[in-house]
Structures are given as C-alpha cells and as structure tokens.
C-alpha cells in the first residue's frame, strides 16, 4: 500500500494521487489496478475508463494468491493465478537458473517467480505444497491479474 492510514497526506483515495497512479498506469502500459485503504476498495481499469465499484471480498496484493481447481483434470490440480498486473520473471536474473522446473516440489513459502509491477519487483509464493506440472508463462511475459502461472500437483 502507499502509505500508512495515519497519515492523511497519503490517502491512496485522494484525487491528486489518483491522478498520479493514473498516470503511472500510462507510463508502465498497465491496463488495470486494484487499490485498497482500510474498508474502501477501488479499481482502475484503463479501457478509456476508470470507475470505483465495491468489491467485495477481493483479493489484495498481501492476501494468499489467488488459487482455482481444476476439476477436468484431475482434483489435486491446483492453478496458481497471478496476484497483481505486471511482468512474470521466472528466474532471479538473467543469468540465474528458474525459481522452479516442471518436475520440483515446492512449500507454500518456496519463491516460484517474481512479478514485477511499477519498478517493484515482487516475489510470489507457492502458497500450497505440491509438485509443479505445468509452466504457463514464458520469462518476461506480460500478465493480468488472476492470469494462471502454474499448475501443482498438491498430492505429489
């Protein structure tokens, strides 16, 4: 979040800083933004239109990763879905090997890439236990929000 409920000067709701974030949107090509101070949530979406509307119950940047089954495949197919708009880096650097391979195990605290978002660089978490079966991404490609990045097998 970008700043602390007590300080007013940092009201992520105030027009000036909405303009900003706005703006930051254009520079950075990001389509979509989600924000959240206390109870009010907003989302800005850059289709010609920027619009508050509640949302309830809606994902933030600090909860868990947004997670979907799927039942066509098998039941302990879990997909991890992306958790902010920005660029999927697969590996620490360029020059690194990837966080993680089809075929490796990982913890919920096991790093699986990084999601970089307005010269953030975000480190994502499995947030389940399992083994990995799919990649959906390439390094360096662009994702939404809630766009799938990986499949785990979570009885594997």
């Known amino acids: 979040m970008m700043g602390s409920k ?3 000067k940092m009201n992520v709701f105030d ?3 909405l ?3 706005v703006q930051l949107m254009k520079e950075h090509d990001l389509s979509e933004v989600d924000l959240a101070q206390g109870d009010q949530k907003l989302r800005l979406q850059r ?3 920027a619009y508050a509307a509640p949302v309830p119950n809606a994902p933030l940047a600090t909860s868990p990763l947004p997670t979907s089954t799927v039942p066509e495949e098998n039941a302990n197919i879990v997909t991890i879905n992306s958790p902010m708009v ?3 880096y697969s590996r620490p650097n360029p020059d690194a090997e990837s966080f993680v391979k089809v075929g490796d195990h990982v ?3 096991t790093v699986i890439c990084i999601i970089e978002a307005m010269k953030v660089f975000n480190e994502i978490p499995a947030d389940v236990s399992g ?3 799919a990649i959906l991404l390439d390094n360096e490609e662009a994702v939404d929000y809630n766009r799938p990045l ?3 097998d979570t009885a594997g």
């Open 47 to 49: 289709s010609g239109v």
């Open 15 to 17: 027009l000036n800083r």
């Open 131 to 133: 083994r990995v079966v």
């Open 86 to 88: 920005g660029t999927f």
């Open 150 to 152: 990986y499949k785990i």
């Open 107 to 109: 913890g919920p605290e």
């Open 19 to 21: 303009e900003e974030i």
């Open 6 to 8: 007590s300080d007013p």
